[in-house]
């Protein structure tokens, strides 16, 4: 079991340009969610995704987000034309029924927008 | 909608003293119940969870009983070290796609 992971860990850009980050859950989990934690705040609840159906997506994913998981394994979000707000630690969580449910976070990705 | 509110920190403690950190909550149905933890430069972690009422969660000396009757998921540890200074979120998970809802989170800071 090696984890979640998530690259970048960090990445700075300049406002208006697209931003990807990808997550790889672990590997039997079939369940994945992304979440975006800004400073002093719990983390938000983003999208989700059951193998590679994706079937919530909450309001606070405008439309210049997306995420995808095209083999049901690992999964990228992306931010177009990036703004000031978009600042934040973007976090990736999986789970299965194995696991009972519980969900294990990888180490974020902290994007930083100029 | 379902929510989580916790008590704001920071919780200035010294070592070896007793810890309450409360954390209520607002759902429908029955929800299950987590305390996650955020040490200084680390991923979050889950520190204990409980799926149904009366049930109660422990794990590294901390411990938290699911109240239905007062909403409520107050994490506890009879004696903490300085190792323990982290932020502590609770959080509710329900409904099909078990996403978590998080509270503001508490900081802790122990010192010797």
């Known amino acids: 079991d090696t984890g979640v992971s998530q690259n970048p860990r960090h990445k700075i850009t300049k406002r208006g340009q697209n931003v990807t980050f990808r997550c790889d859950p672990i590997?039997?989990?079939?369940?994945l969610y992304w979440y975006r934690q800004t400073l002093g705040q719990g983390p938000e609840f983003l999208t989700y995704?059951?193998?590679?159906?994706?079937?919530?997506k909450s309001r606070l994913l405008s439309d210049r987000f997306s995420a995808e998981r095209p083999k049901g394994s690992f999964s990228t979000l992306e931010i177009q034309r990036t703004e000031q707000g978009d600042s934040a630690m973007y976090l990736c969580?999986?789970?299965?029924?194995?696991?009972?449910?519980?969900?294990?976070f990888g180490p974020g990705t902290r994007l930083t927008v100029l | 909608g379902d929510s989580v509110t916790q008590m704001e920190g920071p919780v200035t403690l010294s070592e070896e003293a007793f810890l309450t950190i409360n954390c209520t909550y607002t759902?429908?149905?029955?929800?299950?119940l987590f305390w996650y933890v955020q040490y200084p430069g680390e991923g979050l972690q889950l520190l204990l969870k409980?799926?149904?009422?009366?049930d109660k969660g422990s794990n590294k000396g901390f411990e938290a009983t699911y109240r239905k009757e007062t909403t409520s998921f107050h994490l506890e540890k009879g004696s903490v070290q300085v190792s323990d200074s982290a932020v502590y979120f609770c959080?509710?998970?329900?409904?099909?796609?078990?996403?978590?809802?998080f509270g503001t989170g508490t900081r802790l800071q122990v010192f010797p």
């Open positions: 969580a999986s789970s299965s029924r194995t696991s009972g449910d519980t969900q294990y």
């Open positions: 590997s039997e989990h079939n369940r």
């Open positions: 995704f059951q193998n590679e159906a994706q079937l919530e």
């Open positions: 759902a429908t149905g029955y929800p299950s």
């Open positions: 409980a799926t149904k009422a009366d």
């Open positions: 959080a509710l998970s329900g409904g099909n796609t078990d996403k978590l809802i």
